[in-house]
């Protein structure tokens, strides 16, 4: 087997890895800003110091020493749980982030070096820089398969354990094979010696780095819009990645052969594509509204990949060609500068994707950031290119791009478009503008760390709605019962069972209502969790109607991830009621909070006779998942009662017997749970195949199949299917 498919091997495998464990650390540690761009920076930190230590090394047989590097990555993946359970009570003595970080380091570090190492290992068996190009393309290309077979088929069927494991095959596979190859070339006496050459200029160090950081800054950029034009599942996430995966090896294939010349292009074009992608981004949603008249819901998964690809404008395929064309300049054995190219690449993007992340996108929002990062790339390339005609020729385009790119509508991304299209009787882009623009105001959009968040105000009723990536999460209009009972009835169940001023904690803020109704029934201390900041700025738009953040001694307001504050804040003192408000499972993240170890992490901080509330949605959600999450929820809390909120749309899960003067009853007693849960599948953090099964079905009107199974489990009413 040729070295470039060994390369594709191990691309595929340093990916799925990649993502098992980043889902392991974020599980544990929270998905924050601030801790996902910590535990980001780690591993691309792990890469790039393997880069440098690999290129250091003259390896006697060159595919000999990258077949090692491939099994001490495959061992380590084959360990990481056990890794993991003797570094987290490490990293428990520290607080916060100094322990994320350490565990970070601990578990990530080492699997990170090697993966980086592997690249300029491979390139001491190859001569000159294009062969090691040539590496990098084949290596990249299999990171796309990765990318994609994680979540269509390898984590919803092999959950995350079995994923790992997947992948620790597939690298070790890989390493046995170059060990193969490695004994075939000693026994046909070829020589087994490997200069590792001399290291990049500083010059190519320096352009590929800024080519790292601009591309990951887009990157992140690109995966907000993701968000924002499909939904936050993992299914747009992996889009985003795989398109630009894809995009950056046909780049390195492409720079492989116009060698060293296209440098200087390359990073011009990165910029000016970028730009030039950035330009259609107003009229994406639009997009997606003729998708979906010419494909039906069946289309918008491809569909609305092509348009992100459309919104990327070629700008990953230059970033490709940048990075193979400064490869391709090395002359002599590639090794050495094949590590510190890598190396330099990967600093780069480390610090691109953690500003642009912790601080770009706040301040300038996404399209402000693409401007800024394509201006750079335009005059970093600018300067290595000597041609005067082609510097005023790029400076031409850049400034006309700048000047005639429509500008960002936030409006057209805070409405849900990807939620309402089977809505919609007409799918023409003048009807996605209408829904967009008529009949209500935009009274606050802002891009958080983690996610954007708009305000909106009906014109016509004056109701107010609050909406995260697009998807409307509390309202003063139809939601109202449900942010109120959800804070009414745990509290009430509490005081019947004996205790008059319950310790509340409440996960998410939303609008506020909830807190504010627990309060007011009586709650003596209240918490509550919310992820993203920039909610509780929006909260204050709902003070008059009852909710924003409550102003009030016994409240305060924790930014953080709901399980990591859980699970550092230990077993005192303990709660007597959680109310559980998040998002819908379908969202990758919020999914955390529909499994059975995250119901198991909230029962152990229950004081005695504790009372867990939480919400489940019955519209556009398989059948099988309603059972299924029943049923992980009963495994927990057995003795749990059903109310349904708004029927058809609401439910809440209550951990306690309802006191005979609540003013809403409950549907199931926990013998109609157990016949509503029969047959349905445990939702877990390993296979949490709720958060991949739920995505396919936001386009399918499943409340009166819900429905049906409720009155089943009632006895009143078998289902007409």
Known sequence: MRLPWLLALSGAAALLCEVVWLRRLTLLFGSTGLALSLTLAVYMGGLGLGGWLGGKRAWRRPPAGYGWLELLAAAWACAMPLVLSATVPLADALPGLPGAALAAVLALGPPAVLHGATLPAAAGAVSGGRAAGGLYAANTAG?????????????????????????????????????????????????????????????????????????????????RLGALLLGGSVYAFAAVLAIFLLGTAAGAALGRRLGPSALGPGLVALGLLALLGSASWRFLPHGLGLVHAAFGAAGMAPGGALLLALAMGGAPVASGLAFTAALASIRGPPGRAAGSLLAANTVGAVLGSALTGLWGVQLLGLRGVVALVACLAVGLGLALVLSGRARAAALLALGALLLISPRWDPALYSVGVYLKLDQFADLSPRAVERFAHEGFRLLSYRDGRSASVAVGESERTGVRWLSINGKVDASTGDDVPTQILSGQIPVQTRQALGEPAPRVLVVGLASGMTAQAALAQGAGELWVLELEPEVSRAAAFFEEAGGGMPQDPRAQLVVDDARAWLRRRGVQPLFDVIISEPSNPWLTGVSNLFTREYWELGRSRLGPQGVFCQWVQLYALPPEALRGLVRTFLEVFPESWLYETIPGADALLISGPPPADLALRPVLDPAGLRRLSAGGRRNTDDLPWVEFEAPRWLHRRTAAQNAALIRRAMGTAEPSE
């Open 143 to 223: 990171a796309v398969l990765g990318v994609l077979a994680g979540p269509l088929f390898l984590l919803p069927s092999l959950g995350l354990r079995g994923t790992e494991l997947v992948a620790a095959g597939l690298g070790a596979s890989a390493g046995l094979l170059a060990l193969s190859m490695a004994r075939s070339s000693a026994r046909e006496g070829e020589a087994a010696a490997a200069p590792a050459g001399e290291a990049a200029p500083l010059r190519l160090r320096l352009a590929v780095g800024a080519s790292g950081a601009v591309a990951l800054a887009l990157e992140v950029c690109w995966s």
